[in-house]
C-alpha cells in the first residue's frame, strides 16, 4: 500500500519518499511517504514496535533505508551521515557528554563545523537563554535535573540553525508533571524559532497538544494523517480510534440516510442518531463510538424528546479532581457508557448513588461513524463494570 500524505513540495522542509525498512524478513516501515512543511510540526505517533523509531532514525541518518528516499530541502540525503544533514537530534537519554560544561555541551555541534571559539560561545548562549538554563551554562549534566538536562539537548540541536529538529520520545523519562511543563516549553521555543520540527511518541496526549499534523502508524504503515482535531474527533479507521482517547463503541447497522450527512442506525434495537458526510449506505455494519465529555448525564427522564436519549443505571463513579468518570450500564444499548462530566456544576449527578436511574444522552453530531473493517484491539485499560456488549477503552 501506498501512504502518501502530502503538502506542496515547493514549500516543504522534509519530504520521505516511498521510505522502508526490512531488517532480515522483518518489515519495520513501508513504503511510507509524508512531506513536512517549512516549520510544520509533524508527530509520529503509534505503539511500540510500530515503525515510529525506526523512521526517525533513517531521517536522521542513523539507520540506511532499504527503499526509499530522504529528501531535506529538495535535496536527497538518504546516504549522506548524520553529522552532514543540517538537522539536530534530541535524544530520549539525552545524550550529553558528562565531562563537558553545559556551554559546551550545547556547542560542541558547531565546534565540530570549525566554528570559531567567540562565535559558539555567543550561540551557546544564546540558546542556553532561549531554554532558560544560561545561569547553568558552566555547570555538568551531573548537577542538573533531568528536564534541565533535556532542555540543553534542546538547546544543542538548536544551536546549529538545523533545517529539521527531530525530537525522539524526548519526555519519557520525565514524571507526568514535569512532562507537561516541558512540552509546554518545547512549544514555546518551536512557535519563537519556527523550526520544521518531527516528534516521535506514543503519547497521544504529547500529540494533541504539540502537533500540528499527526502520523499516526501501526504496523510499518500510515493508518491516518490529520490534525489533533480531525484524528482525535474523526478517526477513519478502529484502531486510530482505539489508540487516540477513550470512548464508548456500540455495532450497529445503518438503517436510513438522513438529509445529506445523518444517520439512523440500529444498535441491538435501539435507534442512535449519528451524522456521517461519508458514503456508508443503508445495510451497512458500522462502528459508532462517542467520547465520555460528549455525553451528558441528568435525572432519568429529563431531555426527552431529543435524539440519543436513554435510560440507565449508575454502574460506578470516580472523582477525578476537576472532572468526575460515570459509568452508566444502558441496557437498551447493551452497553456501559463511560461519561466524563465537571465535578462541580449543575450538569453531574450529584446526588446520584450507584444503582440509582440516570439518563445519558449525546448529540448525533458528536458520534463517530466508522465502517467496519477489523478488530479493535484494547489494553483494557478504562473498561467499565456493567454489561459486556459494548467495549469502552
Known amino acids: ?56 532514525r533513517m531521517v536522521a541518518g542513523y539507520v540506511a533505508p532499504t527503499t526509499g528516499r530522504v529528501l531535506l530541502r529538495s535535496r536527497d540525503v538518504t546516504i549522506m551521515p548524520p553529522q552532514r544533514r543540517g538537522m539536530g537530534m534530541v535524544f530520549q537519554d539525552y545524550a550529553l557528554f558528562p565531562h563537558l560544561s553545559v556551554r559546551d555541551n550545547v556547542a560542541f555541534g558547531l565546534r565540530m563545523r570549525g566554528v570559531s571559539k567567540r562565535t559558539r560561545r555567543g550561540v551557546a548562549e544564546e540558546k542556553l537563554e532561549l531554554v ?48 507537561s511543563s516541558l512540552r509546554g516549553e518545547v512549544k514555546r521555543i518551536q512557535q519563537v524559532t519556527g523550526v520544521t520540527t518531527l516528534l516521535v511518541t506514543h503519547d497521544q496526549q504529547e500529540a494533541l497538544s504539540l502537533s500540528d499534523r499527526v502520523v499516526v502508524m501501526r504496523d510499518g504503515g500510515v493508518e491516518q494523517v490529520g490534525t489533533p ?42 435507534t442512535v442518531h449519528a451524522c456521517d458526510p461519508g458514503s456508508v449506505q443503508p445495510g451497512e455494519r458500522v462502528t459508532l463510538a462517542i467520547r465520555p465529555e460528549s455525553v451528558a448525564v441528568s435525572v432519568a427522564g429529563d431531555r426527552e424528546g431529543q435524539a440519543n436519549v436513554f435510560t440507565g443505571v449508575l454502574a460506578a463513579r470516580e472523582y477525578g479532581g476537576g472532572v468526575e468518570h460515570v459509568t452508566v450500564d444502558v441496557a437498551e444499548l447493551g452497553a456501559s457508557v463511560l461519561c466524563e462530566v465537571a465535578a462541580r456544576g449543575e450538569c453531574r449527578p450529584s446526588d446520584g448513588s450507584v444503582g440509582d436511574p440516570v439518563g445519558v444522552c449525546f448529540r448525533r453530531e458528536d ?27
Open 1 to 56: 500500500m501506498n501512504h502518501s500524505y502530502l503538502t506542496d513540495p515547493n514549500t516543504s522542509s522534509l519530504s520521505l519518499s516511498g521510505l522502508g525498512k526490512r531488517f532480515g524478513s522483518a518489515v519495520a516501515v513501508e513504503n511510507l511517504t509524508l512531506d513536512v512543511a517549512n516549520g510544520e510540526f509533524v508527530t509520529l505517533l503509534g505503539p511500540s514496535g510500530c515503525g515510529k523509531t525506526t523512521t526517525i
Open 132 to 179: 532558560g538554563l544560561r545561569e547553568a551554562a558552566d555547570k555538568l549534566p551531573a548537577e542538573l535535573s533531568g528536564g534541565m538536562r533535556q532542555r540543553v539537548a534542546l538547546a544543542r540541536a538548536l544551536a546549529i540553525d538545523p533545517a529539521v529538529l527531530l525530537l525522539d520520545e524526548p519526555f519519557s523519562a520525565l514524571d507526568a508533571k514535569l512532562r
Open 229 to 270: 482535531r480531525e484524528i482525535y474527533e474523526r478517526p477513519s479507521s478502529l484502531f486510530a480510534l482505539d489508540f487516540v482517547g477513550r470512548s464508548t463503541r456500540f455495532s450497529g447497522t445503518v438503517v436510513r440516510r438522513e438529509g445529506a450527512n445523518q444517520l439512523v442506525c440500529d444498535v441491538g434495537g435501539a
Open 367 to 393: 458520534v463517530i461513524v466508522v465502517a467496519d473493517g477489523g478488530a479493535v484491539s484494547s489494553d483494557g485499560d478504562g473498561v467499565a463494570p456493567g454489561l459486556p456488549a459494548a467495549t469502552v477503552a
